[in-house]
């Protein structure tokens, strides 16, 4: 669950994050979990919760700064209030409240949310070792405010500092550094996504030498001037599999409405549904595990 990146500790993916928080609902906020990565068309909740009174809560996590959480809960907010899932749980009468929880802001994040028409909390966290040795889960607001926090057990960092993480998440891990850097620092002003800075992208290509050799096309929900579907070309190493590649896109590009590869289209939902399931995944080479260690 936790590792130490220069010299503090943090999750060591957004996945570990969002274990933590789902059991931690009550504690954190008084609330009871009611789905985790819940669909709504392509776009995809990480956790939908109720107090005692059915009231919905709607939580956006990430472990890293990321400029589009603020669109990412108006277009939950839109689709829950048009489709109403888990109705027979939750009061859509009453209010709904999105919260987002992340390490830090962007500018950009508090420029969207000063202007947004709905209220949006902003909780940032962080994992402070105590004088006593004991590791605690803080949440403040952006006040610096204290709002909660949760005694993380010994147990579990005993667990991180074994190293004992499945070969799974690992991989996992490993996979979306890889898209990256193909998809995120390669083509982000093609997919509507900010540029990343010079240094970035010069870390990143001296680390990542080989070009792509398997090809997707990323619909993204907008058009040419002439009418037609606007598609982004992507190459990626071909052990990507279409598993590894729709996950990644269907959360780090808000445009994606869905991909193509060898005359085959899904939609960006499609990760979440049986019929991808039956796609044949293949693992990322060493080579490409290599480069990311090298990270």
């Known amino acids: 669950m936790l590792h130490r990146r220069k010299k503090k500790l943090c999750f060591k993916s957004e996945r570990d994050l969002e274990d933590f928080v789902w059991v931690h609902l009550n504690d954190l906020f008084a609330l009871k979990g009611l789905k985790r990565q819940h669909m709504l068309k392509q776009d995809v909740c990480d956790i939908l919760a109720i107090d005692e009174i059915g009231a919905l809560t709607v939580l956006e996590l990430k472990n ?6 603020v669109q990412q809960l108006t277009r939950y907010y839109d689709r829950l209030i048009a489709e109403k899932p888990l109705a027979a749980e939750i009061d859509y009468n009453l209010p709904i409240r999105l919260i987002a929880i992340a390490p830090a802001y962007h500018e950009h994040n508090l420029i969207d949310q000063k202007y947004s028409a709905l209220e949006i909390e902003f909780l940032t966290y962080e994992i402070s070792e105590l004088e006593d040795k004991s ?18 057990s010994s147990s579990q960092e005993h667990k991180e500092d074994s190293g004992e993480r499945s070969e799974k998440e690992l ?11 193909y998809v995120r620092v390669r083509c982000a ?15 990143s290509k001296a680390k990542f030498t080989a070009k792509g050799s398997k090809f997707f096309k990323i619909r993204l929900n907008e058009y040419t001037p002439s009418g037609s579907p606007k598609f982004v070309s992507v190459r990626v190493p071909s052990t ?32 979440c549904r049986e019929e991808l399931n039956q796609v ?16």
Request: include cysteine; proline fraction near 4%; charged fraction near 30%.
């Open 189 to 203: 002003h093609k997919l509507g996504l900010p540029d990343v800075s010079p240094e970035e992208l010069a870390a």
């Open 64 to 69: 890293t700064a990321d400029r589009y959480i």
């Open 240 to 271: 990507i599999g279409v598993y590894a590649f729709m996950r990644w896109v269907g959360k780090n590009v808000p445009k994606a409405v869905a991909i193509k590869l060898s005359g085959h289209t899904w939609d960006v939902g499609a990760y």
């Open 280 to 295: 044949d995944e293949e693992e990322p080479n060493q080579a490409d595990f290599e480069a990311v260690d090298a990270l």
């Open 135 to 152: 590791i605690c889960f803080i949440l403040s607001d952006l006040k610096k405010a204290r709002y909660a926090q949760v005694l993380i």
């Open 171 to 181: 991989k996992q891990e490993k996979i979306d550094r890889i898209l990256h850097h």
